[in-house]
């Protein structure tokens, strides 16, 4: 018999509490750190831009079709507008959620810039 208000999975019982605690328990430190975050995309931002502006003077090509075809209409300029403006949008995005919840914005920038900054700066090494 499987107590109320419990997930029975192949092994055990977890009570829901438990896994409702443990996610909250971690939000809430990763929420003591949300501006830290912040200051993460912006650098992200801010090297990416760069990295993307020397590997394309280097010969490399931007791999988004999309802005590919920006720069090379509007030049690096496109990249960095574009960028600015998913940083505004997760801004008004941020400002619609909790406090608690409201990391996952910034969380979920920074980890995908942060992979293109890795990915940029090991392409230019190996040229």
Same mark, same amino acid.
């Given at each position: 018999?499987?107590?109320?208000?419990?997930?029975?999975? /192949?092994?055990? /019982?977890?009570?829901?509490?438990?896994?409702?605690?443990?996610?909250?328990?971690?939000?809430?430190?990763?929420?003591?750190?949300?501006?830290?975050?912040? =200051?993460?995309?912006?650098?992200?931002?801010?090297?990416?831009?760069?990295?993307?502006?020397?590997?394309?003077?280097?010969?490399?090509?931007?791999?988004?079709?999309?802005?590919?075809?920006?720069?090379?209409?509007?030049?690096?300029?496109?990249?960095? =507008?574009?960028?600015? +403006?998913? =940083?505004?949008?997760?801004? =008004?995005?941020?400002?619609?959620?909790?406090?608690?919840?409201?990391?996952?914005?910034?969380? +979920?920038?920074?980890?995908?810039?942060?992979?293109?900054?890795?990915?940029?700066?090991?392409?230019?090494?190996?040229?």
């Amino acid at each position: 018999m499987v107590a109320e208000g419990a997930v029975f999975t /192949t092994d055990r /019982t977890v009570s829901i509490g438990t896994i409702d605690g443990w996610c909250n328990a971690l939000f809430d430190e990763i929420a003591a750190v949300e501006r830290e975050l912040w =200051l993460v995309v912006v650098a992200t931002l801010v090297v990416d831009v760069w990295l993307t502006h020397i590997g394309l003077q280097h010969g490399l090509h931007e791999g988004n079709p999309v802005m590919r075809a920006a720069i090379e209409t509007f030049g690096i300029a496109a990249l960095g =507008l574009t960028k600015v +403006g998913v =940083l505004g949008l997760a801004g =008004l995005t941020r400002r619609q959620l909790s406090e608690q919840r409201g990391v996952v914005v910034p969380l +979920g920038i920074a980890l995908p810039w942060a992979g293109a900054v890795v990915i940029n700066a090991a392409l230019l090494l190996s040229l």
